[in-house]
């Protein structure tokens, strides 16, 4: 077991959640200025529709059996692959992902070890789809309450987005890359992150590189801090696997930013973050690092918060895995 740290800058006691969410409101001061995610924003020109000699891209469409979602899968394939087969990176939130890339990064990627790119998301230009993210991202239903103080029972399909993963979207993209099944690598960020956790949780023979950027531990109540944690640190043999817990360092110490509390949707959001420590992942990375067989790197990004981690901690993980520049700007891990 290996447990490596990213220089983080001071480091301040563990806060209890309901002063993790008052810290959060007291810095949530209205503001004319104050920037939140709009769950509206599209997206267009991404590489996906871009000419590039270095990849090339191929996309395929899945639909849910209730025929509520529609899942887009987009493949990059080094245009010169080699004959050996590559390394492969699933990505959640596919749209988003496509954003953090360029082409002189793809161009980096294809002239170093070449990975295979796949851009998990859906069939629509949204930036991040919270409703089909919620539901296929969480192993445990939530009923807290929504903006409007009406309780909301969401979540629960992780299991389900897993069989997706393993029996439909792998299968098809290696009819379609020369794959090397023993250097799969999972990214997710946020609810994406936590769907990372409970992956390696129930199926830690499923990828050999597991990344989980900013996960969502307070999701259900701190849920992902309970049974499920706790069986796969009680139960796990030797199962090898490299594993990174990235988090923001404003996250850490639960410094929310400006934020609008004329917004309902933003305070029924700073209510339930205080299901979990601000400093949770931190913690977890340390009980991981006791688990035989895994190689635990905990890396924080001095001053970030939790939006501008998708994008640094994708970048983290191209550098890491596949050598090209490490644009995140973070400190190397040291152990």
């Given amino acids: 077991m290996t447990l490596s740290f990213a220089a983080c800058g001071r480091r301040l006691p563990a806060l209890l959640p309901l002063a993790g969410l008052l810290f959060g409101l007291a810095c949530a001061v209205p503001s ?58 699933y990505m959640l939130d596919g749209n988003a992902a496509a954003l953090v890339m360029d082409q002189p990064l793809l161009i980096q990627l294809a002239a170093r070890a070449a990975p295979v790119l796949v851009f ?31 309780p909301a029972v969401v979540g629960g399909g992780a299991f389900a987005f897993q069989d ?47 990344v989980a950027a900013s996960p969502s531990l307070w999701w259900s109540q701190g849920a992902p801090l309970g049974d499920m944690e706790q069986q796969f640190l009680a139960n796990q043999h030797g ?5 990174w817990v990235m988090l923001g360092g404003a996250e850490r110490i639960g410094d929310r930013g400006t934020r609008d509390l004329t917004n309902p949707r933003v305070v029924a959001h700073l209510r339930r973050i205080g299901g979990a420590t601000p400093d ?33 901690s994708l970048q983290a993980t191209l550098a890491a895995l596949y050598g090209v520049d490490d644009r995140s700007k973070a400190a190397p891990a040291q152990p």
């Fill in 120 to 150: 998990i998301g859906y069939d629509n230009d949204l930036r991040i789809d919270s409703p089909a993210r919620t539901t296929d991202y969480t192993a445990w239903i939530d009923r807290a309450d929504d903006e409007n103080g009406t």
């Fill in 280 to 312: 949770a992942a931190m913690q977890l990375s340390q009980r991981l690092a006791k688990v035989p067989g895994l190689e635990v790197q905990y890396r924080e990004f001095d001053g970030l918060g939790h939006g501008p981690m998708l994008q640094a």
């Fill in 239 to 243: 199962q090898k696997a490299h594993v």
């Fill in 32 to 89: 004319a200025s104050a920037q939140q995610r709009n769950p509206q924003q599209r997206v267009s020109n991404t590489i996906f529709e871009q000419k590039a000699e270095s990849y090339r891209f191929e996309r395929f469409t899945l639909d849910s059996p209730d025929g509520q979602r529609r899942w887009q899968v987009n493949i990059g394939i080094p245009a010169r692959a080699g004959k050996a087969p590559a390394p492969v990176l």
């Fill in 164 to 210: 997706l993963i393993e029996r439909r979207i792998k299968p098809e993209v290696e009819k379609r890359a020369n794959i090397d099944r023993g250097r799969q690598a999972l990214w997710g960020h946020s609810l994406g992150g936590l769907f990372v956790l409970s992956s390696l949780y129930t199926r830690p023979a499923a990828f050999q590189y597991y």
